[in-house]
């Protein structure tokens, strides 16, 4: 629930498309977050999982969104299975301007179908 005054799912890109300002054809969604397929893949499968409630990176998250927390990488698991990655995937959460973060809503990325490298980046 949006704090008086406060937008739900917040003021980013990614509260336009919780609110469905933006159309998005989701793949997943519940009362915590949702989930949909990245409109820049890295891979030949990329979607993101983002909570509802808009926490703005990984670092502000507090002891309370736990709960959210593991549910973004719950959906990000049953998501991957449900689109074929069984031989595997990365999961990816940047965190601010050094992570890489470009939309400060927190948001897990999930690349698969094909072979990844390492270092990332």
């Known amino acids: 629930m949006a704090a008086e005054g406060q937008k739900v799912g917040g ?3 990614f509260g336009k498309i919780i609110r469905r300002e933006i159309p998005t054809e989701f ?3 519940d009362e915590l977050c949702v989930a949909f397929n990245d ?3 890295q891979g ?3 979607f993101l999982v ?3 409630k808009p926490i ?3 670092s502000d998250a507090e002891d309370c969104d736990e709960q959210i927390l593991g549910r973004l990488l719950t959906v990000a698991r049953k998501v991957a299975k449900e689109k074929g990655l069984s031989d595997g995937y990365r999961v990816v959460i940047n965190d601010s301007d050094q992570g890489g ?3 400060f809503h927190i948001h897990v990325h999930v690349i698969g179908g094909r072979k990844m490298r390492w270092p990332p980046g």
């Open 44 to 46: 030949p499968v990329h």
């Open 101 to 103: 973060q470009t939309v």
């Open 27 to 29: 793949l997943y969604e």
């Open 50 to 52: 983002i909570p509802k």
């Open 11 to 13: 003021d980013t890109i």
């Open 56 to 58: 703005v990176k990984l």
């Open 39 to 41: 409109i820049n893949p």
